[in-house]
């Protein structure tokens, strides 16, 4: 899709087609061309095993997207974490007299959130789904949560201990679920508008094809897609996947898993 001079592509790809996607994604621009944002969400698999809630992961996403695509742009006065934790309240308010949101695998996700102008660039990141900035001079600059990769892969191996100690606790990683506090804890930032020509958010789904099969880096990666598109890269990501028989790459890991990529050229 085009407006004015910005340019933007979305592609989003469940990991099974009986399965629905569990990725959310949406871009706003509008017809001036000046601003616009962009949400992208990478909802958490539940385990089989009840969680105390009625509703499915992709209602979650929905709810918490729409919630985050509208607010960023009606209250430009608020801060982009400001705005991720008014939009999980909603979301929260949205089912909180039906489920149980203490639970500690409720419904929810990892966050990317921008929000642009004609004088700036904000951004948000939780979790493991990564946001690029591109320069000017066409440098690539990764936006990362790092807390989940910095948690003992021990303690990951183990459903038990993630869910008790790590998940949205001191010393884990977090989520946006139902604690609007959480958005304190988001990575955050604003670039000059004139230091950013390009924005790509990915999902892990998507991302590894740097973080697990290591077939490039960031900057490579944002290259395939400028070049080929968001689905070139997901469809070597899948080519990947499928190769990997004996799980050198993947290990425990999901053999394919929902993968996002949404490119914005400001």
């Given at each position: 899709?085009?407006?004015g001079r910005?340019?933007?592509e979305l592609i989003s790809v469940a990991g099974d087609p009986a399965r629905p996607d569990e990725d959310y994604a949406a871009v706003g621009l509008p017809a001036s061309g000046q601003g616009g944002s962009l949400v992208v969400l990478d909802g958490v698999t539940p385990p089989p095993e009840p969680a105390g809630c009625l509703h499915s992961v992709p209602w979650f996403t929905a709810r918490l997207g729409g919630a985050l695509s509208e607010l960023s742009v009606s209250r430009r006065d608020l801060t982009l974490q400001e705005v991720l934790g008014r939009a999980i309240s909603r979301t929260a308010d949205a089912h909180r007299a039906t489920c149980d949101l203490s639970h500690p695998r409720t419904p929810q996700a990892t966050v990317v959130l921008a929000r642009w102008s004609p004088d700036s660039v904000e951004y948000l990141v939780l979790s493991d789904s990564v946001l690029l900035t591109e320069s000017p001079s066409g440098?690539?600059?990764p936006v990362?949560?790092?807390?989940?990769?910095l948690v003992p892969r021990a303690a990951l191996t183990s459903h038990a201990v993630t869910d008790a100690t790590l998940r949205n606790k001191e010393g884990g990683f977090f989520t946006a679920a139902a604690d609007p506090s959480v958005a304190a804890?988001?990575?955050t930032g604003t670039l000059p508008r004139a230091a950013v020509r390009s924005l790509t958010a990915l999902t892990d789904g998507a991302t590894r094809w740097v973080e697990k099969f290591r077939r490039g880096d960031w900057a490579d990666l944002h290259a395939l897609v400028r070049e080929e598109g968001g689905q070139a890269l997901i469809d070597r990501v899948r080519a990947l996947e499928t190769a990997d028989t004996d799980r050198e790459f993947l290990g425990r890991s999901k053999r394919h898993d929902d993968a996002t990529v949404v490119h914005i050229e400001l």
């Open positions: 899709m085009q407006t910005m340019r933007s440098a690539v600059v990362l949560d790092d807390r989940l990769s804890r988001a990575v």
